[in-house]
């Protein structure tokens, strides 16, 4: 599940998809839960949304500590890599 940050309230929002050519890797976000992994707009950008535990990513790049990856859905972002687990 994404979830879309707009203003201080949580809930779908439309942002930019990305056709960006996947590295045909896969990863799921573990070590989070309770809580969500922070969905960025760049490394250490800013809080675009958020990814639930277990939830599963494409990945596409590195930058440094920084995996930039796809949802299910088709949104691209930025996340911290080291929550990240290949599968």
Same mark, same amino acid.
């Given at each position: &599940?994404?979830? %879309?940050? @707009?203003?201080?309230?949580? =809930?779908? $929002?439309?942002?930019?998809? !990305?056709?960006? =050519?996947?590295?045909?890797? !896969? +990863?799921? &976000?573990?070590?989070? #839960?309770?809580?969500?992994? @922070?969905?960025?707009? #760049?490394?250490? *950008? !800013? /809080?675009? *949304?958020?990814?639930? =535990?277990?939830?599963?990513?494409? /990945?596409?790049?590195?930058? *440094? /500590?920084?995996?930039? &990856?796809?949802?299910? #859905? *088709? +949104? $691209?972002?930025? $996340? %911290? %890599?080291? +929550?990240? /687990?290949? &599968?």
């Amino acid at each position: &599940v994404f979830h %879309a940050l @707009n203003g201080n309230f949580e =809930e779908e $929002v439309e942002i930019e998809r !990305d056709d960006i =050519e996947s590295t045909g890797e !896969d +990863y799921q &976000v573990v070590g989070v #839960a309770p809580s969500k992994l @922070n969905f960025r707009n #760049a490394p250490n *950008g !800013d /809080k675009i *949304g958020s990814l639930a =535990e277990n939830q599963t990513v494409e /990945k596409l790049t590195v930058s *440094g /500590k920084w995996m930039q &990856v796809r949802t299910p #859905a *088709g +949104y $691209v972002g930025w $996340v %911290a %890599a080291s +929550y990240l /687990k290949k &599968v």
